[in-house]
């Protein structure tokens, strides 16, 4: 097989954070998700970044088998809407459905209490309201559902994290909305509303989704010349 070798990683499997157990890995990093090691060269494949999260899915950061845990998060804001609906039963069912196990909420300044509860073969709820770092929860993370704050939409991308964005419709002026609609069309994310959450969880194939590049400010770039009313070029 003829192999492209990829010097621009070359630092990162140097340093370690390619490699797991002495072998070169494509889910230790953004980088080397779309290697392989093949014959000692690095080679480019055609998957997804989001192929190597799946596939790692089946085991948890600490060793437990069969953790798959929901990261949802609205910052700092109140979006008791997105709490509600992935509280609700049928989002529930048909995050279980799709294989994960546990749903981890932080809820922010809202005062919708979620329904928390165990395992016992049903999805495992748990909440908070704040936390002095997100990164942790965002790293063990199977899937992150977030609010359509920038800060948080370009944290869980640079992590390589399949991200659904949950547009909040009561916020006015919501420019935030464009910029995740953005990168939706860009295949960085799924954009969905609190009434489509479900439909977006149901219908959704990660491995579809395309890496972000942190040096692309192409959709921040449109977003602020359509809010200028630059034409689009």
Sequence with gaps: MGSIVFTRIQNQVQNGCCRRGGKLSTRSCNLCT??????????????????????????????????RVV?????????????????????KDELLTRGYTNLLIQMGRGSYLPKSSGGDGSLAVDYFTFSSSIADHLRSASLVISHAGSGSIFETL?????????????????????????????????????????????????????????????PVAKLVNRFLGFPEG
């Design 158 to 218: 640079q992590l390589g994290k399949p991200l659904i964005v949950v547009v909040n419709e009561d916020l006015m002026d919501n420019h935030q909305s464009e910029l995740a609609e953005e990168l939706a069309e860009r295949r960085h994310l799924y954009c969905a509303r609190p009434p489509t959450l479900c439909q977006t969880i149901a219908s959704m194939d990660l491995k579809s989704l395309l890496p972000y590049s942190p040096g692309d400010a192409t």
């Design 71 to 91: 990261f949802v998060t609205v910052g700092t804001t109140c979006f008791d809407a997105l709490v509600k609906v992935v509280d609700s039963q049928q989002v």
């Design 34 to 67: 779309r290697v392989h090691c093949v014959e000692g060269h690095l080679v480019r494949t055609e998957h997804s970044v989001f192929e190597a999260v799946i596939d790692g899915m089946g085991e948890s950061k600490d060793g437990v088998k069969g953790k």
